[in-house]
């Protein structure tokens, strides 16, 4: 079956790192642009990072430049977030989803079709 499954979420100390996966099954991930998103307890959705299958090309919000590096392995069927430097606010719940083209073209609700369960990510000392 079509999937999707975030993991390496956890808790770390502000300025610590995280590498979050999003692991495909039932489809080849890498056919797709790809884009990560968070949602904090009373916040909006904000989209975080996309990646496109077409030319590669990476995206970031301006909240997160300079600190995670969005990557993929074709091999593995699985993109990668890379988070470093990580401040209390990053801390929300991550997810990962397919967009419906193969380049990225924002963070759009009607942009994006399967999303996987979410993983946690708590920035604290």
């Known amino acids: 079956q079509v999937q999707l499954v975030e993991s390496g979420g956890g808790l770390v100390q502000p300025g610590g790192s995280l590498r979050l996966s999003c692991a495909a099954s039932?489809?080849?991930?890498?056919?797709?642009?790809i884009g990560w998103f968070r949602q904090a307890p009373g916040k909006e959705r904000e989209g975080v990072s996309c990646?496109?299958?077409?030319?590669?090309?990476?995206y970031y919000a301006d909240s997160v430049k300079g600190r995670f590096t969005i990557s993929r392995d074709n091999a593995k069927n699985t993109v990668y977030l890379q988070m470093n430097s990580l401040k209390p606010e990053d801390t929300a719940v991550y997810y990962c989803?397919?967009?419906?083209?193969?380049?990225?073209?924002?963070?759009?609700?009607?942009?994006?079709?399967?999303w996987g369960q979410g993983t946690q990510v708590t920035v604290s000392s």
């Open positions: 039932g489809f080849t991930l890498d056919y797709y642009a």
């Open positions: 989803a397919t967009a419906r083209r193969d380049y990225c073209s924002g963070y759009g609700p009607n942009e994006y079709d399967y």
């Open positions: 990646i496109s299958s077409s030319d590669g090309s990476t």
